[in-house]
């Protein structure tokens, strides 16, 4: 046997939309429907953000809000054909499961792990549906300062937004699925993300500096910090960006004893600015970097990932890619991480700023 689950919930937005003499309710909801899931929006009195003083009725907002504000958004899940042994665990498991200490092991229960699994699709297609309301702010009207709602755990969403859930719009109690205490994707970044003891003088003499940060490395924690917030477009341009500051450093200022060491074609300084300048970034990634780095001291996979992400930048920026897979995207911005980190080894010092 089966049913229908219907899971509501209010769900806040990371930065205010604004809507001008108008507030769609729920009989003017958007619909989404996709197979067995079906997908309402809207707003009420309870979506005012906190920039907008409180209102008891949607007819109060409309007499004291002429540009009301946005601080969350109504949505409701109808998902059908749902087994009745997993609604009947929903239901005795409603907050969390059987697993709900983050010391126990990560879940093994089957009927947790079908739990898990219904809260995430179900996650995924929620935040999606939101997400698109916010990019339709953001690009058709040009509220550029909103914000997409972040990828988080399933469960941490559901208990913000406080959603409940009920069996064939029967009774409604409070819900979230199992938490999923396992490691979230981790990436396989070679640096070491912590300021360690080897650290601290370099801290020290940067906080007595007036001078700003690395740009290769800033630009390097851009791309990893709007790559995480599902911007991989952006995170692609602002990577092959510090590839292209990192390469212009390098040809400026080569350690060209240290380099001929490691290349078996002759090297001058005057000579790499010269077939830079006339190749460009990718004919230099492509071609000109692989004669004067071993694959010892430049590995063949850092090159060739650069090789697709500077490829994928020309992508973007000149035939008007619009979708980068995020583990791609990841893959690039470690091996480009890498490869900025192999070249400054072989720049002399005063390159370096």
Known sequence: MTKQLV?????????????KKFWPPEELAATVSRDDLKLKLWLDKDSLSDWCPKVDSVEELHKHHSHPTVGSVHVECEILNVQDDLITHIYEFPEGG????????????????????????????????????IEFARTNTGQFRAEHIPEQYPSTFFENA??????????????????????LRVSGYKCVRNIEKSDWTLLCDFLAADGQSDLVLALLANAEALADQGYTRSAILEAVGAVEFCIGRFMESPKLATLAKVSDKPVRSDGLRSLYTKMGLRGTVDHLLPLYFSDQEMPPEI????????????????????????????KYLKSIREFCS?????????SVK
């Open 98 to 133: 059987k697993n709900k200490s983050p010391l126990a092991d990560p879940i093994v229960d089957p009927d947790d792990q079908r739990h898990e699994l219904f809260g995430k699709n179900l996650y995924i297609e929620i935040r999606r549906l939101v997400n698109r309301f």
């Open 303 to 330: 090159l060739k990932s650069c090789q697709s992400a500077v490829a994928s930048r020309q992508n973007i920026a000149h035939c008007g890619q619009r979708k980068v897979d995020a583990e791609k995207v990841e």
């Open 7 to 19: 899971v509501r919930m209010l769900v806040p937005l990371p930065y205010p939309i604004f809507f």
């Open 162 to 183: 406080k959603a409940k859930i009920s069996v064939d719009r029967g009774s409604w109690i409070k819900w979230y699925p199992p938490p999923n205490f396992r490691v």
């Open 342 to 350: 192999i070249l400054t080894e072989y720049m002399d010092d005063t």
